[in-house]
Structure formats: C-alpha cells, structure tokens
C-alpha cells in the first residue's frame, strides 16, 4: 500500500469471485432463541495470515454450493445415476433451488403424453411461465413431469450458473484478528409441498466446523467508519446490524472519541435481540452511548426502527446538526425508503425547515456534499 492510500482501505487482494481463498468455517451459531420464528446465523470463518484483509464496511463474497441430498433428488427423479464428475457439476455451478424459463422449455421438448401437452401449454403464455418460475425449484419441475429424460451431458447447460453471494462483514479485522463474522438471515420456505432454502444463506447455514468456504472480500466504495472523532447514527434492523457491529467494535478497540447511537429491530426482544448481550456491554463499558430498539411484533401496532428515529427527533436533529453520520443497513426495498422519509420529517419538524429544505439537506447536504449519509442496502 502507498503512504498515502487512506486508512479506510484494505490493500488489493489476489483472491476474488473467479479466484476465491479456501477458508475454513469456525463458527455458526444461532442468533434466534428458542420460540423465534426466524433463524439468523452469526457465522465465524478463518482466513488466517493467508487469506484475504478487510476493513470494517466491507463484505464478504461468499461462493455456495447445493446441498447434496438436493442433487440427488433430482438426479433420481430423472432416473440418472450421476457420475461423480456429474455429480460435482450440479453441486457446484448450477442454482437447483431455482428455475428458469430455459430449463422448463427443455421439459416442454423432451416431455411425453400429458405432461407434454401441459409444459407446452405453459411455455407459450409469457406471463404463466414467468409466474410457473417465480417459487419452483428444478424438483417441483420434474414432479411436474414424471419420466421426463435428459441426456447428462446437457443438463448443466440447461440450468443457470451460480453467482456468488455478498454479506457485510459483522467484526473488526482487529478484533480478533484471522477471523471474518456474518449475520446471515437463512431463507427458508415451503411452496409446492417441499421445504426450500436458499441457496447462499442455507449453504452457510449447513456448514459444519471446518468446512472449506470460498470466500473473498468485496471492498466498500463509500461505506467507511467516520473520523475517530464523529458521532454515528446506525441503523441498522435485522440482519442490517451486521456492519454496525464491526464499527462498534472497532470504535471501542481503538478508542474513538465519537458517539454511537444504534438503532436495532427486529420481531421480537426475547427471541431476536441479535447481539443483544454484546450491546448491553458495549452501554455498560460506555462504548455504546444510545441504543433505541423497535421491536415489530411485542405489541398490537407494528413499531420499526424510524419510528424510534421520529419519537427521539429533537435529539437526533441536534447530532445530525452537530456533524454526525447517519448509517443505514438492511433492506432496502422498504426499510431504507421509510427510513429516509423519516429523515425527511426530521429535518423539516426538528430543523425548521420547509419540504423542499429538508429534501435539499438530507439528499443533498448530508448525502452528497458531506457524504454522512451513508448507504449499504440489499
Ligand atoms: C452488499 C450486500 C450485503 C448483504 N449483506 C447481508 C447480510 O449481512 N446478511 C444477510 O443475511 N444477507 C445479506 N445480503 C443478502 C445476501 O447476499 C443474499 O441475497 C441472501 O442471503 C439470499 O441469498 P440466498 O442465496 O440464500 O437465497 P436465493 O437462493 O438467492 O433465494 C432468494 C430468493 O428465494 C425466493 N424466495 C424467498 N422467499 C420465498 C418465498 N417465501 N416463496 C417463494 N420464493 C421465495 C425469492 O426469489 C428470493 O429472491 C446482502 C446483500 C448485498 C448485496
Ligand atoms: N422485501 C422483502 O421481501 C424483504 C424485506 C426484508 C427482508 N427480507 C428478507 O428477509 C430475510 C430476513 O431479513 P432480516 O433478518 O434482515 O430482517 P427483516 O425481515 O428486514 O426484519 C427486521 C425487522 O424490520 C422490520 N421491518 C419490516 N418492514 C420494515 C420497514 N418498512 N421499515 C422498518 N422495519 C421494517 C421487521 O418487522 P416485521 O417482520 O414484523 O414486519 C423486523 O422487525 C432476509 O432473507 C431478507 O433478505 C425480504
């Protein structure tokens, strides 16, 4: 790294999507208590002296594979064995646990009878197709098409690639240094009778201690700690809290004189405060300065995170007023939208400010000319 490449940056890494670091699986843990209906994984991996650096902000690039008794399901519902070499392939570089139109139009040409009739029906209405893909996976397909046959050779070709998965990365490279943590969220449904899991988060989830994962790290743009001496507004609900765990930790292990204000939420205090020990020590040992939770689902009315933000609006105004950045992580299909709009009524009620004001300072201000409005959404 040259002298002057700023602090915020890992040096370049050899390893990346096409060319990742075989790491090793430390932990994974669950995060829910018993009686939660979700199922959140504090993943622990070993990159050792070896592996890929990383600042906090980061994500990590996670390569996934299918699991096993997926791959033989569908290779028993066509009537193939699989070599170990076909075997391989499916696990590795074709998404199972999904379909797509390619893969039913191949049914459609090599179904018989009924079945044939049926998927070539469905291939001929664009819009039942698409919906036909929206929640199958290559199983449901197959049950849908008893006796179908497929030459082996032509299968993977048929089925698309897997693309590797990003995570925040939940820990400080200093905390304890050699390791990367993960929030993983595990996708998990049933449609057409059969449990589904998806395809990242359920091959993290099945790991076992020592297992091999091909990770790397997918610097940050923008989304870097504020100077030592800034204040930090973080909210972060649900798996979101994963990058506000590493700047906490690495605020405290350094001794940043700023404040931290997080906010949390999830469905319920008792089964899904993530971290919520850790939080409660970091308040103790003074590290953490505010901590407001929102949980959705412990009373009657829905409360989230800018709900919080809206009740404790006077004092977040005056940090914002006085240089703070403003942190947001999680979903960004509706979380991030409504949290934004929260600012919005914050600049305006607490800042005095006119609707046009507020839209100026928020997206323009803070966003842009400051840039302590700081985005890392999914
Ligand atoms: C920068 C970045 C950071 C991220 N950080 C995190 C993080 O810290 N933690 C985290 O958990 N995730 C994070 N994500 C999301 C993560 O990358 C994956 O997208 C997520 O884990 C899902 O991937 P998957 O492979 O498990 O699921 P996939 O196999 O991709 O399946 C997901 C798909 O399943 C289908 N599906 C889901 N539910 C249903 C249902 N009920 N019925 C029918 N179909 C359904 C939908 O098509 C959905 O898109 C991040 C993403 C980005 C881009
Ligand atoms: N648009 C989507 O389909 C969507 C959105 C979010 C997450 N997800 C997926 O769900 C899985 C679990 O995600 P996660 O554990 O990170 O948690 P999450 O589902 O984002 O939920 C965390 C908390 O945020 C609340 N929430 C829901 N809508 C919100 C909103 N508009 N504004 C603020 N808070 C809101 C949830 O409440 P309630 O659950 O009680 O409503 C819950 O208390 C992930 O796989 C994620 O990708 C999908």
Redesign the pocket.
């Known amino acids: 790294m040259s002298a002057t490449a700023p602090a915020t940056q890992a040096p370049a890494s050899p390893f990346n999507r096409n060319h990742p670091f075989a790491s090793r699986l430390r932990e994974n843990a669950h995060l829910n208590k018993k009686g939660s209906a979700k199922d959140?994984r504090h993943i622990v991996i070993e990159l050792g002296s070896a592996g890929p650096t990383y600042v906090c902000g980061d994500?990590l690039g996670?390569v996934?594979r299918n699991p096993d008794h997926l791959v033989d399901e569908f290779l028993q519902k066509l009537g193939l064995t699989g070599d170990t070499s076909l075997r391989e392939i499916l696990a590795a570089t074709v998404?199972l646990?999904?379909v797509g139109k390619k893969f039913v139009k191949a049914v459609a040409d090599k179904a018989a009878g009924p079945a044939r009739d049926k998927f070539q029906a469905l291939c001929a209405d664009e819009k039942r197709l698409e919906e036909y893909v929206?929640?199958r996976d290559v199983v449901d397909v197959i049950n849908d098409a008893p006796g179908v046959k497929f030459d082996p050779a032509e299968l993977p070709g048929l089925l698309n690639k897997i693309a590797p998965?990003?995570?925040?990365?939940?820990s400080s490279p200093d905390h304890r240094p050699g390791e990367v943590h993960?929030?993983?969220?595990?996708?998990?449904?049933?449609?057409h009778g059969r449990p589904?899991?998806?395809?990242?988060?359920?091959?993290?989830a099945g790991l076992t201690q020592a297992a091999s994962v091909p990770v790397y790290v997918?610097p940050?743009r923008h989304f870097h700690l504020p100077a030592p001496d800034r204040d930090a507004i973080m909210v972060g609900p649900?798996?979101?809290i994963?990058?506000f765990r590493a700047f906490l930790q690495h605020r405290a292990k350094h001794g940043h004189t700023g404040r931290n204000w997080l906010f949390f939420g999830d469905q319920h205090a008792a089964t899904d405060f993530l971290y919520g020990e850790e939080f409660g020590a970091a308040q103790k040992a003074g590290h953490l300065h505010k901590l407001s939770t929102a949980f959705s689902r412990d009373q009657a009315e829905k409360i989230y995170v800018q709900h919080r933000m809206e009740q404790e609006g006077a004092e977040l105004w005056r940090w914002l007023d006085q240089g703070a950045y403003f942190y947001v992580?999680?979903d960004a299909k509706r979380m991030a939208k409504d949290v934004h709009q929260a600012l919005l009524k914050i600049a305006a009620l607490h800042g005095g400010k006119t609707p046009e004001q507020a839209e100026e300072y928020v997206s323009v201000t803070l966003a842009k000319t400051d840039k302590r409005y700081l985005k890392?959404?999914?």
């Open positions: 959140t994500s996670v996934p998404i646990n999904r929206l929640d998965r990003l995570y925040s990365i939940a993960l929030t993983v969220a595990v996708v998990q449904y049933t449609t589904k899991q998806g395809l990242a988060s359920g091959y993290l997918q940050t649900g798996t979101g994963a990058p992580c999680g890392d959404v999914y």
